[in-house]
Structure formats: C-alpha cells, structure tokens
Nanobody, 125 residues
Framework: QVQLVESGGGLVQPGGSLRLSCAAS????????MGWYRQAPGKQRELVAS????????TYADSVKGRFTISRDNAKNAYYLRMNNLKPEDTAAYYC??????????????????WGRGTQVTVSS
C-alpha cells in the first residue's frame, strides 16, 4: 500500500512563512514528478509548484514565483514547499501529488499517480 501524507498547514499572518511536507510511504522505487496543487473556495484547483525527481527541474505558478520554493529528498521519498511572504490570496487547501510513482509489491512493480488528502493554509490577520 502506498500513500502520500501531508503536514505543515495552518494559520499564519500576512507576510509570514510556512513549510509544507509530503512523504510517500510504502515500498517506493521511484517517483517521476511531484508537487503541489491548491484549491480555494469557489475556484479551480491550480498547480502551485512541481519538481521532476531525476533532474530537479522546477515549475511554479506565476503568482508564487519568488516566494515559494519546492524541494525534495529522494532518499526519504519526501518533498517540501517552503512558502514565504504569504498573502491572503494564498489561502487554500493544498494537495501534494506524485506522478508516475513506481512501487514494488512482492516481485512485481506497479505505477500509480497519487494525491494527498490536503492540508489547509489560511493567511489572515
């Protein structure tokens, strides 16, 4: 069984910082692409940041460039989103994802795309 577990959300004042973590558990062999989406009430889910595991190529939404940083620890199958200078418009539920996650079960390998359950980030004074 493989899953993603998120942590690190919460309430922060404008201008503050948070770090989100996402850990993949199970007999993980590799993950190709991982990152974070967010969804605010009444809005569509949007990609916030992503990182390709094997070459560390990163992608960011224009609205977070210069403020958010995604990083990963392949040895731990974990990745992180450091969010600085948070704004009220960053308030949303944040979901981590793993694309093309390869895991082993018995003597076989399988590929799945996974989502975390989400963690709430609220930026308010």
């Amino acid at each position: 069984q493989v899953q993603l577990v998120e942590s690190g959300g919460g309430l922060v004042q404008p201008g503050g910082s948070l770090r989100l973590s996402c850990a993949a558990s199970g007999n993980i062999f590799a993950i190709y692409d991982m990152g974070w989406y967010r969804q605010a009430p009444g809005k569509q889910r949007e990609l916030v940041a992503s990182i390709i595991s094997w070459n560390s190529t990163t992608t960011y939404a224009d609205s977070v460039k210069g403020r958010f940083t995604i990083s990963r620890d392949n040895a731990k199958n974990a990745y992180y989103l450091r969010m600085n200078n948070l704004k009220p418009e960053d308030t949303a539920a944040y979901y981590c994802y793993a694309d093309k996650l390869i895991y082993r079960s018995g003597s076989n390998y399988f590929t799945r795309n996974l989502w975390g359950r989400g963690t709430q980030v609220t930026v308010s004074s």
